[in-house]
């Protein structure tokens, strides 16, 4: 009995601590975030481009593509601040747990088990303007085709914000709940130099 009650105040314990880091994360993430219009032209972008594979007209097609070049250039450019100004946090504060689970403050304590968001955000800004910076190229399946590549870095960039906030587990389970997409779906779509560079960030 003793035993069982020490586990209950042990398990409740590491609820609390963990609820406090998140609170503490979601905050210092979000103090930057604010600051800019990342998720209002994610959210413009992702739209745009089911607007324009619906449209039948090619003239209004090319149209649609046009605008959403220019969303795309404003997101690059504004995800790149953004990665710019979280590369001030502090280093332990940026380093994020690479275990499945969500251990409180694992990163502090066992740091080899981690990695640095700040980097991570400055691989996925490359992406992303590497992407933006090819929408002229090609013709209409190849626009189709940077359309859904852009799309995945924009997942796996929310997975790695999420996995900042709570854990690689969570972050998995809220991609696929938002978008319907696995995470290894999601990592296997983004470009090769994305893909390689994200390895070698989070050391998988």
Not at 20 to 49: C, P
Not at 83 to 106: G, I, K, Q
Not at 139 to 148: H, L, N, P
Not at 175 to 194: D, F, I
Request: charged content about 20%; overall charge positive; hydrophobic content about 45%.
């Amino acid at each position: 009995m003793e035993l069982l009650t020490l586990a209950l105040f042990l398990a409740l314990g590491l609820y609390f601590l963990r609820a406090r880091e998140r609170a503490a994360r979601v905050a210092l993430l979000g103090s930057y975030l604010g600051r800019y219009q990342i998720e209002k032209l994610m959210e413009a972008l992702t739209e745009g481009y089911l607007r324009a594979l619906g449209e039948s007209d090619p003239e209004r097609r090319a149209q649609v593509w046009g605008l959403l070049a220019t969303t795309e250039k404003n997101l690059s450019e504004q995800f790149q601040a953004f990665a710019n100004d979280f590369a001030r946090v502090d280093a332990v504060e940026a380093r994020v747990s690479t275990f499945a689970v969500a251990l409180p403050y694992a990163y502090r304590w066992l740091p080899g088990s981690s990695f640095d968001m700040r980097e991570a955000l400055q691989m996925h800004a490359r992406g992303i303007a590497a992407v933006a910076a090819a929408h002229g190229e090609g013709g209409e399946d190849d626009r189709k085709r940077q359309a859904f590549t852009m799309t995945a870095e924009l997942y796996l960039m929310q997975h790695t914000c999420h996995w900042f906030c709570r854990s690689a587990t969570v972050a998995s389970v809220r991609l696929m709940a938002r978008h319907k997409t696995p995470y290894e779906q999601v990592l296997a779509s983004v470009s090769p130099a994305t893909r390689a560079a994200y390895r070698q960030v989070v050391g998988i």
